[in-house]
């Protein structure tokens, strides 16, 4: 027996790790379109619909999403949570599903199949629902892929069983419809990304770890959100690694003032006080006794014994000197006859008044000549000449399909096919069932075409996030419950799909957003 059969290692190995549902608290960072997609996919979940499918990149929130689905399904008899961290193969996959259900799992990938195709049937035959929520999908082989998918195979429309939903990394769903298994309808949901204010919202609130709202601005949460997109994860591990650099830098704690300044700044602050306050020291140890200092007083008291002069008179050197050593001599007891610097003083300067100034005259400008400016010509516009479109004739359809006069003109209306044009004409309140949805136009129409009732089948396209996908819609019914009651008619081919009703406004939409209307 190779090591990957002995269920004793077969998942473990794999760093498979298995959660209990409904007793983990759990941090969930709850949107408007969040609280949508768990609706939704309790909706599913309820009725037995298909498969849900969760795509998200790293960081978006795929995990904390599954869990917190986890805690809303009070309504299910067994629920196991298993999250895949690693690559997957078929023995390690089935025998974590069996363990996750408190199952002991036998030998052997077939074996370990059958063991759970058992206890599927089993459940559905005590009308129990068990969930099954598979997080990081992607990591399973294509072998293990399609060993648990095909454990929806058989499934009656009673909504009891076993019940699957993953989560995965884009790529899963191209995987799935690459296994061509046809009669399971996969419904893939883009988790949606945070907008700005709900990541700033994010990132502030303490219960999951955020940053300090103090040095997380509003221009802080606009870069963050751009470089992310909205991807919680990525931007609290930005933000977190903002503020651990932030505060390894500083060395100490953040003070107020100094919140949000950059550390270069503060730096060249700090430089800059550590200069004067030196500068100031070094001034103080500079002053010594042979510092003569002047009293403001006593030079203010001295006045000159001159009598004024002229404004026009030359200025004499030596009666300047005479009277500078006068004040100098009476305020500080210095001699400067007998302490001379120089002999400058003895010799006779005068300084003659400037009296040839001259006023600057303002030389002409050079003149401005005018420069003609040629006035534009308009061209008159032709008038659009009208083009008179063939009148748009849609296909007859039969009188159980589209009543005389019930299809109104829409937009773009010749884009659509026969079967689109009958479905834009049903009333808002109608409703129809949708049997299954895949991304091959030509696997369907080959499907539709060994249906019984193929005249009752449409086929309309759509396209969800970005891919392509045609459905496929049975019937036209007056109400909910009627297409519910109808949904036991179908064949059995389409009734192992789980079809869901859907009403006619919903399908409109789709074909509306989808041709551009």
């Known amino acids: 027996m190779a090591d990957s059969d002995n269920p004793n290692n077969s998942y473990r190995d794999a760093e498979i790790h298995l959660h209990d549902c409904g007793v983990e608290e759990v941090a969930f960072f709850n949107t408007p379109e969040r609280a949508g997609l768990i609706e939704q996919l309790q909706h599913l979940v309820q009725f037995g619909e298909g498969l849900p499918v969760i795509v998200g990149d790293t960081g978006m929130g795929k995990s904390t999403l599954l869990r917190h689905l986890a805690n809303q399904l009070e309504q299910v008899d067994f629920c196991a949570h298993i999250e895949l961290s690693g690559y997957t193969r078929i023995a390690q996959a089935l025998a974590a599903v069996l363990t996750a259900f408190k199952v002991v799992p036998k030998s052997g990938a077939g074996e370990l199949l059958a063991q759970v195709r058992h206890f599927a049937q089993q459940l559905a035959s005590e009308q129990l629902k068990a969930v099954l929520l598979l997080d990081n999908a992607h990591n399973l082989d294509d072998a293990a892929l399609g060993a648990v998918i095909s454990l929806l195979q058989g499934n009656d429309s009673s909504g009891y069983g076993l019940q699957l939903v993953f989560s995965s990394k884009p790529g899963l769903v191209n995987r799935m419809d690459a296994l061509q298994l046809i009669d399971i309808p996969v419904y893939d949901f883009a988790l949606p990304a945070l907008t700005a204010a709900q990541l700033a919202d994010f990132l502030m609130s303490a219960r999951f ?16 959100w751009g470089q992310t997109l909205g991807n919680p994860g990525a931007s609290l591990r930005l933000a977190q690694k903002r503020d651990k650099r932030d505060t390894v830098s500083l060395g100490l704690p953040a003070l107020a003032f100094l919140k949000g300044v950059p550390l270069g700044h503060v730096i060249a602050m700090v430089l800059l006080v550590s200069v004067l306050v030196w500068a100031i020291l070094v001034r103080d140890k500079g002053a010594g006794s042979n510092t003569v200092t002047i009293p403001v ?47 400058s003083l003895d010799k006779s300067l005068t300084i003659a008044p400037v009296t040839d100034i001259q006023p600057l005259a303002a030389s002409p400008l050079p003149a401005i000549t005018s420069i003609p400016v040629p006035t534009p010509t308009t061209t008159p516009t032709p008038a659009p000449t009208p083009i008179s479109a063939p009148p748009i004739v849609l296909a007859t359809q039969e ?67 970005g891919r392509r996908l ?15 009651l109808a949904r036991e008619s179908l064949p059995a081919e389409q009734r192992k799909g789980g079809p869901w009703p859907r009403s006619m406004l919903d399908v409109k939409r789709e074909i509306a957003e989808n041709r551009g209307f």
């Open 209 to 224: 770890g955020g940053a300090s709202a103090t040095l997380l601005n509003k221009s802080d949460i606009t870069r963050l």
């Open 297 to 343: 007083a006593a030079i203010g008291d001295a006045q000159p014994t001159t009598q004024p002069r002229p404004r026009d008179a030359p200025i004499s050197n030596r009666d300047s000197a005479a009277n500078s050593e006068q004040i100098f001599k009476e305020s500080t007891g210095i001699n400067p006859s007998k302490e001379r610097v120089s002999n």
């Open 399 to 465: 009188p159980t399909k589209a009543p005389a006069g019930a299809i109104t003109s829409q937009a773009g209306s010749s884009e659509l096919n026969d079967d689109e044009a009958f479905l834009m004409s049903r009333g808002d309140k109608e409703f129809t069932l949708q049997v299954l949805a895949a991304s091959q136009k030509p696997a369907l129409q080959s499907y539709v075409m060994r249906q019984a009732n193929r005249k009752d089948l449409y086929i309309y396209q759509v396209e969800r996030n």
């Open 470 to 484: 045609f459905v496929v819609v049975a019937g036209i019914y007056d109400s909910k419950d009627t297409a519910l």
